[in-house]
Structures are given as C-alpha cells and as structure tokens.
C-alpha cells in the first residue's frame, strides 16, 4: 500500500474549462457530459462535467476544471460525448463553444455551434485556422479528414434533370444536419405565417374563388387589406412608362439587364420604327451607351402548369430600353417571344420633358407583352468585379473578404498548394456548372485575387443580391396588374387589338392571385430570428486580425446604412433592399 501517499504527493496541472450552451429554444440537456482534452505532449481523462449549474437550459455558462499529471502541452482539439441520465432518456443539445485556460496562462477557444444527437464521441478543433498542408498533428489531420467525409454524407449532390445544375440529395429538409435546418423560432414563425397569410392579407373568401376577375374595381378592392409604402406607389404609377421602366434596375430582376451596342438578329428594330426624342438615331445611341436590352430567350419553350383546368401562358419577351437625358429608362420596343413574325413597338415621344408613350395602344398591352411569370440571374461571376453603382456594400464587402483571406493566404503558391480548397472549387465547378468553362466560374485556383473575387461573389449572392430579388416580392407583386405571375391566353399579336375586357380575362383568376399574393407576403417576412449582414454571432475566429476585420466591415456596414438613408430621403421611390441592416447574412428560405 505504498503507492498511495506517492500519487498523493502528485502535484496535477489544472485546465479550467468553460462550456455555453446555445442560446436557442431547446438548446439544453439532461444528460451528463464529458469532455477529453487533447494535446501535443497528451491527452487528459475523460472528465464528467458536472457542477451547481447544468446545461438543461439555453444560454447556459459553467465553468469546470479537468486536471491532468503533467501539462498536455498546446491543445489541438477536445472530445466531447454525453449520456443519457437515469431516467431521462437521450435528448438533443446545442453546445456553442468551449474555452480552456491552460496552466501555462494560454487561452484555446473551441467553437462548436453544433446539434449533438447521440452518445457517440465527436471532437472539435481549436479555432485558430490551420490550412490543410500545416496541420501536422496526426489527429489534428483526422478529425479534418472526418469532418469533411460527415460533410459528404449530409450534402450529396443529386441529379434532378440531365442539362440543368445538379442539387442536393435528400428526401426533405428534415433531411439536413440540425445546425443548417431552420431554428424552432423560424419553423414556428414560417408555419404560423403560411397558414395565416391568406387571414392576414384578409384573402381567405377569395381563394376557392376560380373566377376571372370582373373588373380592376373588384382587384383595387382585393389590394386594400394589406399595403405597403412602395405596393401604394406601384398601385398608383404602374401604367407609366418611367416607372415600368424603372423597375428593370430596381424591380425584383435587377440582374438580367445589359448595356446594348449591337441588336440581336432577331429583333431587327430600325429607326423609322422608333423615336427616340431629338435628332439622335438608335445606332448613335447605342454608340453613346444609352440603349439597353432585356432578353428572356431561356423561357422560350418552357411547358406551363394548367391551373383551374385551363392552359397557362409565359412570354420570352425582348425588351428594348432608353436611358433619356433625365436619367429615365424608358421602353421603346417590346417583341413577346423570340420570333421575327411578332414585333411590337414603341415609340417615345418627349415634350417639356415629360416621356409617354405614343405607338403601345394602351399600357396594360405593354405589361401583358412583357409578362415573364418569373425571375432568373446570369453571368455573376463576369457581373461580380463591376455591380451598378450604389450596390449594398459590394466594396467594404470585398475589401473585407481580401483582408481575411490575405491574412490566411499571403502567396498565391499557398492557395495553388491547399488540396481542399481545389476539391472545393472543383466540386462547384463539376456539379454546380457541369463542367461547363464559358461559365467563367474557374474549376481551380491559381491566385489570392481570384479566390478572393470567387468568395466575394458568393457571399454578395447569398446576402445583397438575395435581399435584391426577394425582400420586394410583395411590394412590387402585390398589386397582381404591375406582374402578373401566370397568363391565361396568350399576349396579343395585334397591336391595338387589347381592351380591359381582354385583359381580365387574361389576367389570372382570382384564387391564383390571392395565393400568389399570400406567397410572395410571407417570403418578405423577415423572421425575429433573422441575423444581418456582418453580424456573426457564432464566434469561430480567435485571431486578432479577423476579428478587427470584423469589426471595422461592421463600421463600414453602418455609415453605407446612414448613406443609403440619407440617400432615400430625397428619392420619390426609396430603394431600401440593398441596406444593410435589413440585409439578412445569407439565403434564409
């Protein structure tokens, strides 16, 4: 029995750890949890966490020490694993990160922001960044090599048609990790929100209702239960010409515009078929950079739903526009699908400054030959080194993302030697772009600069150019008229052969419309839970420097935000979409 007074003279090292549970609903758990410590001269015991505070609610912080014989030396990762606890069975819980002070005074963050589902063990690295060709601890390299092969388990692509971009696998969105599935706050929020739209918008009579609308009466009176600012100025301004115009940069497709120098073959537009003001001809207005083209070839020969047992019809419209001398884009020739036999003109005529149009029978003719049903974006990686002026934090956006990666990546050798970093783009490349190289989206990286455009263009997608195309669904579709989403007959080939009995019968029936108003209402909503641009509640950077990146993005977010209001204060249609503090972090739908 020697040995015991030897151990107890055993002077041991002690690692104070701090565990926060998440703070989201049912973040918490009964059961007991254990953490493990690794390092590079050892690892400690596995070490029940247990102490006056438990981790059964959210937000919890509790403070624990694991002592070992001698130092482990600079941790690499932690293990952590709980089990089920006398009678409460296995439950769920969110640990979002863990600290440990060493004995030596260092301190080692372990983000984690992970759903913890089971008794097995699952290790998390510590936070500072370590590219894959200088993590040398062998289970440093494991727990990387794990993480990526779990990522291939949960997000597998999937062919859904042969042609188009593939998608993910899975049978449904409960499908997906926990982490990524929307919050219990959102679900609640986006189920609540779907099933009172139509109460909300004061639609519920309508939606059995197969009918086409009697009159623009009968859809005023439809419209008034729920508005909004910019929905009252469509209802009221959606037959003139500067404001249909308008909403091609700052509509909900602001993406498909382009500057036009020469005309497509099959849109032959002459001068003696257009006026454009003055004495200028088209070709001097196209050399001038004034002249600009909508064109929606890829929905030619797209098959439509039947709704109400009746054909729907989608116009690929080519949309040819004006920039005026006071900065008005005006319309001025409008062909509805890609056919030389079909083409509809516009002719401008100013006078004291004021632009209507002249040649268009009547405006909701124009609307109806213009009608697409829907939206789509192209040529983003070619758009994303020169967005229009004014684009939300384009620039503090990509200055920020060359300070993170400048700080990780110093060389352009550094990011042509990083092997997960080429899967990745290689990957996207293969899947998301099939391969394709006139896509622009490059299948590996050979420089900093360009993978520092490449992750500006994502982030900038999945935030301002989300916000762009979603936020203003209802403001600019609520008033079905200004974009129909579905055309029962076909456009007119006649010009002047439109009138308002047409048109209604044209329009959608009234179910259609009070659904569609429901949808594009509840994909406005913002939920409570929402996170904004810059704002990063999951703390997974412990380096100085990306942390005053951070930092100094979110000032610049903020005075971009008092400019951008500043700026809408003296415009009669305030652009709000691209501001950053209604700008959410990524796509939340």
């Known amino acids: 029995m020697n040995w015991i007074p030897l151990l107890a003279s055993v002077k041991m090292v002690d690692y104070t750890v701090t565990v926060a549970t998440g703070d989201l609903a049912f973040a918490g758990t009964f059961n007991n949890v254990y953490i493990k410590l690794v390092g590079t001269d050892g690892e400690s015991q596995r070490t029940s966490l247990k102490g006056d505070i438990s981790f059964s609610t959210a937000a919890a912080v509790a403070s624990f020490t694991v002592s070992c014989p001698v130092s482990i030396g600079k941790l690499i990762l932690i293990e952590i694993d709980k089990q089920p606890f006398f009678i409460f069975p296995e439950d769920s819980w969110f640990p979002a990160k863990v600290e440990v002070k060493s004995p030596e005074g260092d301190t080692y963050n372990f983000p984690i922001y992970h759903w913890i589902i089971d008794s097995e063990v699952h290790r998390f690295r510590e936070a500072t960044a370590l590219r894959v060709f200088e993590d040398n601890h062998h289970l440093g390299r494991y727990s990387r090599e794990q993480e990526l092969k779990q990522r291939g388990v949960d997000y597998r692509w999937d062919v859904y048609l042969e042609g188009i971009p593939h998608c993910m696998r899975s049978e449904g969105p409960r499908d997906l990790p926990y ?175 004021v632009a209507s149009m002249q040649t268009f029978s009547t405006p909701e003719e124009r ?152 949808v594009v209402w509840l994909l406005g909503k913002q939920s409570t839970d929402s996170v904004f641009l810059g704002k990063y509640p999951e703390e997974l950077f412990s380096e100085k420097m990306p942390c005053k990146l951070i930092q100094d993005f979110q000032k610049d977010l903020h005075e971009l935000s008092e400019a951008i209001t500043d700026r809408n204060g003296d415009l009669e249609v305030p652009y709000t979409y691209l501001d950053p503090k209604v700008v959410e972090n990524s796509v939340a739908l």
């Open 179 to 353: 982490e990524v599935q929307f919050s219990f706050t959102k679900m609640a929020e986006f189920r609540f929100t779907a099933a009172a739209g139509l109460v909300e918008l004061e639609l519920e009579k309508f939606y059995q209702s197969t009918k086409n609308w009697p009159d623009m009466d009968a859809v005023h009176r439809v419209f008034s239960s729920k508005r909004t600012k910019i929905s009252d100025y469509v209802q009221e301004h959606w037959k003139e010409d500067a404001f249909f115009g308008y909403q091609f940069l700052n509509g909900v497709n602001p993406m498909l515009i382009q500057r036009c120098s020469v005309l497509p073959n099959n849109f032959p537009v002459s001068d003696d078929m257009v006026s454009l003001g003055g004495q200028c001809s088209l070709a001097d207005e196209m050399e001038k950079g004034n002249i600009f083209l909508c064109d929606y070839k890829r929905l030619n020969d797209l098959k439509t739903n039947i709704i109400n047992g009746k054909k729907q019809y989608l116009m690929a419209p080519l949309v040819l526009l004006h920039k005026t001398p006071d900065d008005q884009l005006m319309p001025i020739a409008i062909q509805p699908e890609d056919s030389r036999k079909s083409l509809h003109l516009a002719t401008v005529y100013q006078e004291y400054n």
């Open 367 to 518: 609307r109806l030959w213009s009608t697409t049903g829907c939206t789509y974006t192209d040529g983003l990686w070619q758009a994303c080194g020169s967005v229009q002026p004014g684009c939300t934090s384009t620039s503090d956006n990509a200055k920020f993302v060359q300070g993170v990666l400048s700080f990780y990546y110093k060389k352009d050798s550094e990011v042509q030697k990083d092997s997960e970093l080429q899967k990745w783009i290689l990957d996207i490349f293969e899947h998301g772009f099939l391969s394709q190289a006139g896509t622009g989206i490059p299948e590996s990286f050979t420089t900093v600069a360009e993978l520092v455009k490449f992750v500006t263009m994502v982030i900038f997608t999945c935030s301002g150019q989300h916000s762009a195309v979603n936020a203003g669904q209802y403001d600019y579709g609520g008033w079905m008229p200004n974009t129909p989403l579905t055309l029962q007959r076909p456009p007119p080939t006649t010009k002047g052969t439109t009138s308002v009995t047409t048109m209604m019968k044209t329009f959608p029936d009234v179910n259609t419309t009070v659904h569609g108003m429901a």
